[in-house]
């Protein structure tokens, strides 16, 4: 059941992080490495970026029911036959010429596209959210199980540790007992020899393991490795309790509190909103539009006088309002194959949902099983290693003694030192799952 933990923070490291610096000899908690990894991962920032776009299009969304307002200033010069501004009659002259404008319109109705693309804009932006939010969650559960498997690796190190200090005491007595010609059988030191060679292979190769998944933890937190960096403990009591609610229980909660579903849904409505803005360019639209305008001709006279050029400006001044009405007839079926393709990604995004939930009821299942499962190893282990503690010291005694042969001695050792690293295996196991299913629930708490 090992293989699922790694294999957790092995697709993990496929994500890059930015660097971030850390002393030798600091003692991390649970907390400080997430709050470091939430703080590195380039997933979690795109993620950001992608909301504070959503953000963006949603207040376009909303600005676009604003009136617009433009302004445009022409001047020019003209040389030869050309349109005197000022009279609107051909003249043959160079002449400086001026038009001022400025103009504004307001959409009044256009089949309610502005409205429900403000809806759909909106409903993306809270998907985006979600997605932000999912980004920190999967951060989070990665660092908890990379955290957990150094405190694991810890554990077993102190206890592979603590059976080679067994086995070196014990050679150290036969050896004691060879030269002083006590010992009855000589092969009782070679067999505890050879079970001593083997607690040294067991140390180095978890000593190895267990710098493996710093390294692996630091990776994700984007720190330089530094063997010596220390992880605070977790209260062993918390380790092997189970989840309180049945895996039914928990599916129901997550379809209302993981972030992931929600962001399908909000999507799922966002779709819809979409199929009823390309609806809405179906229908006529209705505008108001106005402005004012003025210009300006140095060919202007009066009387065989030069007319000024604020007087112009002021006898120049026009303006316009009025009401347009749009009426789309023919455009190369434009906006009906719009409908059509928001009606297939609607289907998509319905299809997106149906299957998030799907896949999280068997996810919510599967690791349900593997809690209650650990559990259940757990609750073995730990009767495992009473009976077997009990028989190692009888072992010893009579070993000690010289009325049990190595053989017998090293077979109770290996059982009590098998028992002891399965308990702390399956414990950490425990854990594990349980905060995968309080990811599920939406409570990562520590």
Same mark, same amino acid.
């Given at each position: 059941?090992?293989?699922?933990?790694?294999?957790?923070?092995?697709?993990?490291?496929?994500?890059?992080?930015?660097?971030?610096?850390?002393?030798?000899?600091?003692?991390?908690?649970?907390?400080?490495?997430?709050?470091?990894?939430?703080?590195?991962?380039?997933?979690?920032?795109?993620?950001?970026?992608?909301?504070?776009?959503?953000?963006?299009?949603?207040?376009?969304?909303?600005?676009?029911?604003?009136?617009?307002?433009?302004?445009?200033?022409?001047?020019?010069?003209?040389?030869?036959?050309?349109?005197?501004?000022?009279?609107?009659?051909?003249?043959?002259?160079?002449?400086?010429?001026?038009?001022?404008?400025?103009?504004?319109?307001?959409?009044?109705?256009?089949?309610?596209?502005?409205?429900?693309?403000?809806?759909?804009?909106?409903?993306?932006?809270?998907?985006?959210?979600?997605?932000?939010?999912?980004?920190?969650?999967?951060?989070?559960?990665?660092?908890?199980?990379?955290?957990?498997?150094?405190?694991?690796?810890?554990?077993?190190?102190?206890?592979?540790?603590?059976?080679?200090?067994?086995?070196?005491?014990?050679?150290?007595?036969?050896?004691?007992?060879?030269?002083?010609?006590?010992?009855?059988?000589?092969?009782?030191?070679?067999?505890?020899?050879?079970?001593?060679?083997?607690?040294?292979?067991?140390?180095?190769?978890?000593?190895?393991?267990?710098?493996?998944?710093?390294?692996?933890?630091?990776?994700?937190?984007?720190?330089?490795?530094?063997?010596?960096?220390?992880?605070?403990?977790?209260?062993?009591?918390?380790?092997?309790?189970?989840?309180?609610?049945?895996?039914?229980?928990? $599916?129901?909660?997550?379809?209302?509190?993981?972030?992931? =579903?929600? &962001?399908? %849904?909000?999507?799922?409505?966002? @779709? +819809?909103?979409?199929?009823?803005?390309?609806?809405?360019?179906?229908?006529?639209?209705?505008?108001?539009?106005?402005?004012?305008?003025?210009?300006?001709?140095?060919?202007?006279?009066?009387?065989?006088?030069?007319?000024?050029?604020?007087?112009?400006?002021?006898?120049?001044?026009?303006?316009?309002?009025?009401?347009?009405?749009?009426?789309?007839?023919?455009?190369?079926?434009?906006?009906?194959?719009?409908?059509?393709?928001?009606?297939?990604?609607?289907?998509?995004?319905?299809?997106?949902?149906?299957?998030?939930?799907?896949?999280?009821?068997?996810?919510?299942?599967?690791?349900?099983?593997?809690?209650?499962?650990? $559990?259940?190893?757990?609750?073995?282990?730990?009767?495992? =290693?009473? &009976?077997? %503690?009990?028989?190692?010291?009888? @072992? +010893?005694?009579?070993?000690?003694?010289?009325?049990?042969?190595?053989?017998?001695?090293?077979?109770?050792?290996?059982?009590?030192?098998?028992?002891?690293?399965?308990?702390?295996?399956?414990?950490?196991?425990?854990?594990?799952?349980?905060?995968?299913?309080?990811?599920?629930?939406?409570?990562?708490?520590?």
């Amino acid at each position: 059941m090992r293989y699922v933990k790694y294999l957790i923070v092995s697709l993990t490291l496929l994500s890059p992080a930015l660097a971030h610096s850390q002393s030798a000899d600091t003692t991390l908690s649970l907390q400080q490495c997430i709050d470091i990894a939430v703080k590195n991962n380039l997933d979690v920032k795109k993620s950001e970026l992608a909301v504070q776009t959503s953000h963006v299009n949603f207040n376009q969304a909303r600005e676009n029911m604003l009136p617009t307002l433009y302004g445009q200033v022409d001047h020019g010069i003209n040389n030869g036959r050309g349109i005197d501004p000022s009279t609107n009659t051909y003249v043959k002259q160079s002449f400086k010429s001026g038009n001022y404008n400025l103009s504004s319109d307001l959409t009044v109705f256009s089949g309610l596209q502005n409205l429900n693309n403000i809806k759909q804009t909106s409903l993306a932006y809270q998907a985006g959210k979600m997605d932000l939010q999912q980004a920190k969650d999967q951060v989070t559960i990665n660092v908890i199980t990379a955290y957990l498997m150094v405190l694991d690796n810890t554990e077993l190190l102190a206890q592979v540790k603590n059976q080679l200090e067994v086995s070196r005491q014990q050679v150290a007595r036969l050896q004691i007992l060879e030269k002083e010609g006590a010992n009855k059988l000589p092969s009782d030191l070679y067999d505890l020899k050879g079970t001593y060679a083997d607690n040294q292979l067991s140390v180095v190769n978890t000593a190895t393991t267990l710098k493996t998944s710093k390294l692996n933890l630091l990776q994700i937190l984007n720190i330089p490795y530094k063997e010596n960096i220390t992880l605070q403990p977790i209260n062993a009591e918390e380790l092997a309790k189970q989840t309180p609610n049945s895996a039914d229980q928990v $599916y129901d909660i997550a379809l209302n509190q993981l972030a992931y =579903v929600k &962001a399908a %849904t909000l999507r799922r409505q966002s @779709a +819809e909103k979409g199929v009823s803005v390309a609806k809405g360019s179906l229908l006529p639209s209705i505008g108001l539009y106005g402005g004012v305008s003025t210009n300006y001709s140095s060919a202007a006279t009066l009387n065989n006088q030069t007319i000024g050029y604020w007087d112009q400006f002021k006898n120049n001044y026009g303006t316009q309002f009025g009401v347009s009405l749009r009426i789309p007839i023919l455009n190369y079926f434009q906006n009906r194959n719009k409908v059509a393709l928001a009606k297939i990604q609607l289907q998509n995004n319905i299809y997106v949902e149906q299957t998030t939930k799907v896949q999280l009821r068997q996810d919510v299942e599967k690791a349900y099983l593997n809690m209650t499962s650990a $559990y259940e190893r757990y609750q073995a282990s730990a009767q495992q =290693v009473e &009976a077997y %503690t009990e028989s190692f010291r009888t @072992a +010893e005694i009579r070993f000690n003694a010289g009325v049990l042969t190595s053989v017998d001695f090293v077979v109770a050792k290996n059982n009590l030192d098998r028992a002891k690293i399965n308990l702390i295996n399956s414990r950490y196991d425990v854990y594990i799952y349980n905060k995968i299913l309080d990811y599920y629930q939406g409570k990562l708490s520590l």
